[in-house]
């Protein structure tokens, strides 16, 4: 099981000085990360997870983001199971971002 966060909630934590900031893994197509992303993500798409496993860090909060939160919250179990013990999905994606934080966001 992976942890879930809304997006109001990632937005206050990458602002809160206090916390340490997660790394935010968007694993959509290289298509839909053009048209939209959150500010400082890193873009590995979903299928190359496996072959870029090492560039993640096991020594901080991962947050992966999707279109609505499917994919990501299957590559958060991926990167549960290969050891990763901080993983959260971002709840609704990027659609739910660009609807409820960042309202300029392209929609698609």
Same mark, same amino acid.
């Given at each position: 099981? +992976? #942890? @879930?966060?809304?997006?109001?909630? &990632? *937005?206050?934590?990458?602002?809160?000085?206090?916390?340490?900031?997660? =790394?935010?893994?968007? +694993? #959509? @197509?290289?298509?839909?990360?053009? &048209? *939209?992303?959150?500010?400082?993500?890193?873009?590995?798409?979903?299928? =190359?997870?496996?072959?870029?496993?090492?560039?993640?860090?096991?020594?901080?909060?991962?947050?992966?983001?999707?279109?609505?939160?499917?994919?990501?919250?299957?590559?958060?179990?991926?990167?549960?199971?290969?050891?990763?013990?901080?993983?959260?999905?971002?709840?609704?994606?990027?659609?739910?971002?660009?609807?409820?934080?960042?309202?300029?966001?392209?929609?698609?």
């Amino acid at each position: 099981m +992976v #942890r @879930e966060i809304a997006a109001p909630d &990632l *937005a206050a934590w990458l602002v809160d000085g206090q916390q340490e900031p997660p =790394l935010l893994l968007d +694993v #959509r @197509e290289d298509w839909e990360y053009q &048209l *939209a992303h959150i500010k400082g993500s890193l873009h590995i798409p979903m299928n =190359l997870i496996p072959l870029r496993l090492s560039e993640l860090p096991d020594d901080r909060p991962i947050v992966t983001i999707c279109h609505h939160g499917v994919r990501s919250y299957q590559v958060g179990l991926y990167l549960a199971n290969a050891g990763f013990d901080d993983v959260i999905s971002l709840r609704g994606g990027v659609e739910e971002w660009a609807s409820v934080v960042d309202t300029g966001m392209a929609h698609y």
